[in-house]
């Protein structure tokens, strides 16, 4: 019987060394030497206070409107990655004795830190932190799920309540970023818009004194009401001539009449020169001054709009934008969810049977292709 034994042993021997002896002492150290670990739960989801809505709701508003904070989710994706870094870790550890909590005696040797191949480093430390926390956001309903493992049920639950309160300082100090950002921002745009005022009007009295034109719409009207009025006298002139000539054609007042007519004339087309007609006139003048005039008023309305911007945005300062709201709280694990120690046995199995086959047919092949003696 015992020969019998020994000739089966030797002939599935590889099998006993690949599959046998890995499930065994998987089965000895998940099934009596593995410690429970515990797992606390908590989900929250950031939200926002509303979208920010504009003071001034011209189209002029679109030029100094501001891109604001990114959505809810964003803010959670940095939550997740700010629970995973070794910043978490770092703030964590000045709450909790973190290197105590994973260096627990419930723990076996396997699974406690540090571990066999591992020094008392915060690298190592931070490597088995993110074994033993976990966090992921839901795309579709933007819930974040914080998982915190433990050797102890309290010390998970501990861990994760620190964890959640951290979070919630990074939303606010996010919001406070944001709006300081805001705020700088529009400050600098109102600083701008007050320059582009200034250097608009500079430039038009310059374009005044250079070109010696206060107002040329006023001036304008006021050279055409004085041409007006030499046209006027003029056409006086031109009747009474007419007249004269009519019935008295030698009359001496006839030269004095004409002389008059002519000089007349001379201002009339002065006139019309300090209006139109000549590079000097106030037509040939009037294009830049409406430029200049244009850019004033614009610049006006932006400075306008700019202002009412940095009050919008102290205004949105005082409100939190984003908020994180807790779903579930960390909660307090009564039972070990893992090790699940039939599924890493059979696990174990599964695997050393899957190499062993692989093995096994690797040298099947192997011997088959070998050339015969």
């Not at 830049?288 to 309305?301: K, P, S």
Request: aromatic fraction near 8%; include cysteine.
């Amino acid at each position: 019987m015992g020969r019998k034994i020994i000739e089966g042993l030797k002939r599935w021997r590889w099998f006993v060394l690949f599959v046998g002896v890995p499930t065994l002492i998987a089965s000895i150290y998940y099934g009596m030497i593995a410690s429970d670990v515990y797992v606390s739960e908590s989900r929250f989801v950031v939200k926002t206070s509303g979208q920010k809505q504009s003071a001034m709701p011209s189209a002029l508003s679109g030029l100094i409107q501001t891109a604001g904070l990114s959505s809810g989710q964003d803010q959670a994706r940095e939550i997740v990655d700010y629970i995973q870094s070794r910043d978490a870790l770092q703030a964590l550890s000045k709450r909790i004795d973190v290197r105590d909590i994973f260096m627990s005696e419930k723990a076996d040797w396997l699974s406690r830190y540090p571990g066999s191949f591992d020094d008392d480093s915060f690298e190592a430390l931070y490597r088995y932190y993110q074994s033993m926390v976990g966090a992921a956001t839901n795309v579709e309903s933007g819930t974040t799920v914080l998982t915190v493992k433990a050797f102890d049920p309290h010390e998970a639950q501990a861990l994760n309540q620190r964890l959640l309160n951290l979070s919630e300082a990074l939303v606010n100090r996010l919001n406070e970023r944001a709006n300081a950002k805001e705020i700088a921002e529009a400050r600098t745009r109102v600083n701008e818009a007050q320059m582009r005022v200034r250097k608009a009007r500079i430039e038009l009295s310059q374009y005044r004194n250079n070109s010696e034109l206060l107002d040329p719409q006023q001036q304008g009207l006021g050279v055409l009401e004085v041409s007006n009025g030499l046209i006027a006298q003029q056409a006086a002139l031109n009747a009474k001539l007419f007249e004269i000539r009519k019935a008295a054609p030698n009359h001496p007042s006839i030269p004095a009449l004409k002389q008059r007519i002519a000089a007349l004339s001379q201002q009339i087309a002065a006139q019309s020169g300090r209006a139109v007609g000549t590079p000097s006139g106030i037509a040939s003048k009037l294009s830049g001054y409406e430029a200049l005039t244009v850019e004033q008023e614009f610049a006006t309305q932006m400075l306008t709009a700019a202002n009412a911007s940095l009050e919008q945005a102290r205004a949105d300062a005082v409100k939190q934008q984003y908020y994180l709201e807790r779903i579930v709280e960390a909660n307090t694990p009564d039972e070990a969810m893992l090790p699940n120690r039939m599924k890493q046995i059979v696990t174990v199995l599964f695997a050393s049977l899957c190499l062993y086959l692989v093995g096994w047919m690797l040298v099947v092949g192997i011997l088959e292709h070998a050339p015969d003696d």
